[in-house]
Structure formats: C-alpha cells, structure tokens
C-alpha cells in the first residue's frame, strides 16, 4: 500500500467482508459505526468506498433494520451545522434507505435533502 487512503479503503473492504460472518442484524448493526466514522473523513476516496460499504451492508436487510440503524445514521450525519464529509454520505444514502423506512422517516429524509440543496 502506498499511503493512508489506501490503508484506508482497504480497512472498509475488510469491514464490509465481515458481513458473511454476521448471522443477526444486530450482529450486522456493529459494523456500522466503523464504516460510519471512515465515512465522515475528509479524504474522499475513503469517504466514497466507506459509503460504498455502506450501502452494500444494507442490501438484503428488513424495514426495521433501516428504521433501527440507517435512518439514525443519516440524520445523525446530517445534522444542521456539522462537518460537510458526514453530509456528503448522509446525501448518498438517502436513496438507499428512503424506500425502506416509514412516512415519518421519508418526510424527514426529504426536509433533509431540500436542507442539503440549499
């Protein structure tokens, strides 16, 4: 490896190969935070392959897995007044929970999204 970013992206592929072993969601929902703090650097090419694992950890999970962990995670990340790394993923995930959480949820996702636009 020739630098940090490449540790880096390496380190969020390794997280995300740890999904086979997860066998509950709750299991799987620890390898959020990880992924999550990756995410929220300023580096983007780590930013971008953490949000990448992120959304690949998402795939195949229940309404209540994205209502448990994914709708926090965004609106955590997106907080009025934070960093703009952790805003730039709460922006890419949003199309990736946005189907699987409920109305409330949605209508948060896009107050956050017009929120983001401006």
């Known amino acids: 490896m020739d630098n940090d970013n490449d540790f880096l992206i390496k380190l969020c592929e390794g997280i995300l190969d740890l ?11 620890a ?5 999550r703090v990756l995410a929220s650097l300023d580096q983007p090419p780590v ?5 990448a694992c992120l959304k690949k950890l998402a795939v195949g999970q229940n309404r209540e897995f994205y209502e448990k962990h994914y ?13 703009y790394s952790p805003k730039v993923t709460a922006c890419c995930l949003l199309p990736v929970a946005y189907p699987f959480v409920g109305e409330k949820a949605q209508l948060e996702f ?3 999204f017009k929120w983001f636009a401006l």
């Not at 999904?19 to 929902?29: A, G, I």
């Not at 390898?31 to 992924?35: E, G, Q, V």
């Not at 930013?47 to 949000?51: I, K, P």
């Open 47 to 51: 930013r971008d392959q953490a949000t």
């Open 31 to 35: 390898l959020i935070y990880p992924l």
């Open 110 to 112: 896009r107050a956050l």
């Open 19 to 29: 999904k086979q072993f997860c066998k509950t969601p709750e299991e799987l929902s």
């Open 71 to 83: 709708y926090p995670l965004i609106t955590g990340m997106g907080k009025k007044g934070g960093p």
